[in-house]
Every structure is written in structure tokens, then in C-alpha cells.
């Protein structure tokens, strides 16, 4: 596609369950980057990769959450035990490389209940 | 590690005034700096950017201003439209540093009244 798509675009899911969100980022783009956004909040950084290894996870909150990306393009951003406090947009973005602009996909809102 | 501050975090005016939003950074390595538009319910959209090596950059309405010794950049807007009306975020990195990703400001939501 053109742009960045991350499925699905809502997410409703019950506490202590199990999530994956996708991320499908533009064809050729190395980077990827996994954020996170509350309400009123700027995004928030939680995992980024260059290729098919994280190259920093230093945002991710807990052991909870975890994201692959095993082949260089799509990635899955997995919470394990969601909590109502994961509730939010989790939005993806890529680059070219490290460093050039960023595009971002519309994101998936998370709603733990 | 980075910290962005941005001001203000609501401004309201009259189209066809201009607009002027304000941020910080505090690692002065970092070396570039985009910024954002976000509109409801959607991702956020890249509308300008500026390196590190110029101290300003324009594009139509939009331009961007850098002090690197102050370490502290702005987003102007002139003419404002109703359609500029949005939530725009402020974002800085280290390219080539240890931290590959942005930090963003907590943005400013711009309403522009017809």
C-alpha cells in the first residue's frame, strides 16, 4: 500500500486477555517504530526496530508487551495480560533508514475493559 | 535521555492571523527536529522539518525556526485557514546517536475561527 496500515483500527478486548496488533509499514522502509499515545499526550516511544531486530525496547513498560518483526516489514505488537491502563493508540510508523521522516499509520485504539 | 517541552498546549486565533508554537529539547545533540500535524482520529502527519546545520526552513505558510545555542525551535503558521485547526506535536532526535526514535513534545491543540 501507500502508507503505513496498522490492524485492526479499534480494538475491545477484556482485562487479562491476550492482544496483537499489526503493523504493516511502507514497502522498502527499514525502520519501524511502535508508540504509543494517551489522550491529550504526545506519542510515547516503546520499541523500534531496524530490520528484523529491536534495536531499542527501551519504552516498553513491562514484560507484558513484546513485538516482532521476523521478516523486516510487518510487525506484531503482542500485550499479554492487558490491563485497563493499557488503554490507548498504539501507533507504528517507518522510515527509509534511521533518521529520514517518519510516517505514521492511523493506529489501533486499544480499549481494555 | 531527551526531554521536549512545548508551549502552548492551546492556542486559539483568528484566520488569517498567524501562529506561533514554541519548543525545547535538552540534549543538544540532538540534530533533528520534525514536526507534526495530528487530526482527529487520525496517525500523526509530518508537515515540515529542520536539521540541525540551518536555523530556518519554509514551506508556503509553514516555516520553522532552530537556536541550537538556546536549544529551542518554533512552528509558525501564517495565514491561518480553519482547516489548519488540529493538534500539531513537536519532535526531536539524535540521528546517528544511540536513540533511534523521536521524542515528542505533548502538543498544542490550534483552533483557527472562521
Known amino acids: 500500500g501507500a502508507g503505513v496500515s496498522q490492524t485492526p483500527s479499534n480494538k475491545v478486548t477484556e482485562k487479562g486477555k491476550y492482544v496483537e496488533l499489526r503493523c504493516d509499514p511502507i514497502s522498502g522502509h527499514t525502520a519501524l517504530y511502535w508508540y504509543r499515545q494517551s489522550l491529550g499526550q504526545g506519542p510515547e516511544f516503546l520499541i523500534y526496530f531496524q530490520g528484523t531486530g529491536a534495536a531499542d525496547d527501551s519504552g516498553l513498560p513491562n514484560d507484558r508487551f513484546f513485538a ?5 516489514s510487518v510487525s506484531t505488537l503482542k500485550i499479554q495480560r492487558t490491563e485497563r491502563g493499557d488503554s490507548a493508540v498504539y501507533l507504528c510508523a517507518s522510515s527509509f533508514e534511521e533518521g529520514t521522516e517518519a510516517f505514521f499509520g492511523q493506529g489501533t485504539r486499544l480499549t481494555v475493559v | 535521555g531527551e526531554n521536549v517541552e512545548q508551549h502552548p498546549s492551546t492556542l486559539s486565533v483568528q484566520e488569517g492571523d498567524s501562529a506561533v508554537i514554541k519548543c525545547t529539547y535538552s540534549d543538544s545533540a540532538s540534530n533533528y527536529f520534525p514536526w507534526y500535524k495530528q487530526e482527529l482520529g487520525k496517525g500523526p502527519q ?26 529551542h525551535f518554533s512552528l509558525h503558521i501564517t495565514e491561518t485557514q480553519p482547516e489548519d485547526s488540529a493538534v500539531y506535536f513537536c519532535a526531536a532526535l539524535n540521528y546517528g546517536g544511540s536513540q533511534g526514535n523521536l521524542i515528542f513534545g505533548k502538543g498544542t491543540k490550534l483552533s483557527v475561527k472562521p
Open chain 1, 68 to 72: 516482532v518483526r521476523p521478516e523486516g
Open chain 2, 46 to 71: 509530518l508537515i515540515i522539518d529542520i536539521r540541525s546545520n540551518v536555523g530556518e526552513k519554509k514551506d508556503q505558510r509553514i516555516a520553522v525556526t532552530l537556536n541550537k545555542t538556546a536549544k
